[in-house]
């Protein structure tokens, strides 16, 4: 029988059947779709229930979830599922259009369809908050914000332009568009700023495409003046993104003010995605607040340890700043015994992957 990611997860102990399904033995699920400027969303609603009763909770605390940008791995997802497993409710937000955004990405000769992209994705998580707002079930005095990576960027604007955000915990995450786009060694994000340099300061009029695989284009060579004249380039653009550094002054001192005691950053301390310098900027705009080193990962082993390792951790510190006690955050899952060891499982999906080749 063919394994999946989540056989895997499974037989490290890293997801229960619980969290592999939607609907949970210690929460509800439901889901509901909207639209924004003509694209499609889905809203996910994870209802932490009653220890006693079994009723979804009400006027519970919230978290709203954001991950890294991909269709395959939902990493929010298993996040949700940790914090209504614990008495969170929490909301994540399925943008339809982020596979258009890596279409964008694989194809982007100019920058204006990756913007769109971006700002629609950014107004989906707006509209999703708004939609919380309405909602019985959440104590909208106790509503935090969780994102890593590019889920990390548009949370942390999301919160700074949303006071009712009152906790926030943002992973491998950065600020500044323009330097992370300039910057990034994201093998997609280095391609498509590559083919846009190649284009605008390098091709001549009659002198076809000759890279077509984002591999080549990641690795065509580009001189430092190149990438100078693409960086003021991104003028034009930067001040349309959805990015905390662009902020008012007077926006960005109310927001370290709010969060300074408040808000986590977390930085992979080998991560090429978004660098120490980008980290730093989006930790100074939130009031210097606590942050924590991973010494040993990158940006995509980052990615993994917080949601499958690290998520209790992530939710008890979300709850203290909510004011729950450690029972109302005790783990209420049963305990799960995998009918196969984790190893049986890898060799499994490495002999799979091999024979897809």
């Not at 991909?70 to 599922?81: C, G, H, S, T, Y």
Request: net charge positive; hydrophobic share 35%.
């Amino acid at each position: 029988m063919k394994k999946t990611f989540e056989d895997i997860l499974l037989g490290m102990k890293l997801m229960s059947p619980d969290e592999l399904s939607t609907q949970g033995s210690h929460f509800d699920y439901s889901f509901v779709d909207q639209m924004t400027h003509g694209q499609k969303f889905r809203i996910h609603f994870f209802q932490s229930l009653s220890r006693t009763t079994r009723q979804v909770r009400q006027k519970a605390p919230t978290v709203i979830l954001a991950s890294i940008l991909n269709q395959d791995i939902k990493l929010e997802m298993v996040l949700a599922r940790a914090f209504a497993s614990r008495g969170i409710h929490a909301v994540t937000v399925d943008t339809i259009n982020i596979k258009d955004v890596f279409t964008a990405v694989h194809r982007l000769e100019d920058l204006t369809t990756l913007i769109d992209s971006v700002n629609i994705i950014s107004r989906s998580y707006q509209k999703a908050f708004n939609w919380m707002k309405t909602k019985s079930e959440i104590d909208m005095e106790r509503v935090g914000a969780m994102g890593m990576s590019f889920g990390g960027l548009v949370l942390s604007y999301l919160t700074a332009m949303n006071p009712e955000i009152r906790a926030g915990i943002f992973a491998i995450t950065g600020s500044d568009f323009q330097d992370i786009f300039t910057h990034s060694q994201e093998p997609s994000v280095q391609a498509a700023r590559n083919r846009i340099i190649y284009n605008e300061f390098i091709r001549t009029e009659n002198q076809p495409l000759s890279f077509q695989t984002d591999f080549k284009w990641s690795q065509y060579p580009i001189t430092s003046e190149q990438r100078e004249s693409f960086r003021s380039s991104l003028d034009p653009f930067v001040y349309t993104v959805p990015d905390p550094y662009r902020l008012s002054s007077h926006v960005k001192q109310d927001l370290a003010k709010r969060c300074k005691d408040k808000a986590l950053m977390i930085f992979g301390c080998k991560d090429n995605v978004f660098t120490r310098h980008q980290n730093d900027v989006l930790w100074e705009i939130f009031g210097k607040p606590e942050r924590e080193f991973y010494e040993r990962s990158d940006h995509y082993s980052a990615g993994f340890l917080i949601p499958f390792v690290h998520a209790n951790r992530y939710v008890s510190w979300m709850g203290e700043k909510f004011g729950m006690s450690p029972f109302e955050l005790t783990s209420r899952k049963s305990e799960f015994k995998p009918s196969k060891s984790y190893y049986s499982l890898l060799r499994q999906w490495i002999k799979q992957s091999k024979e897809t080749v």
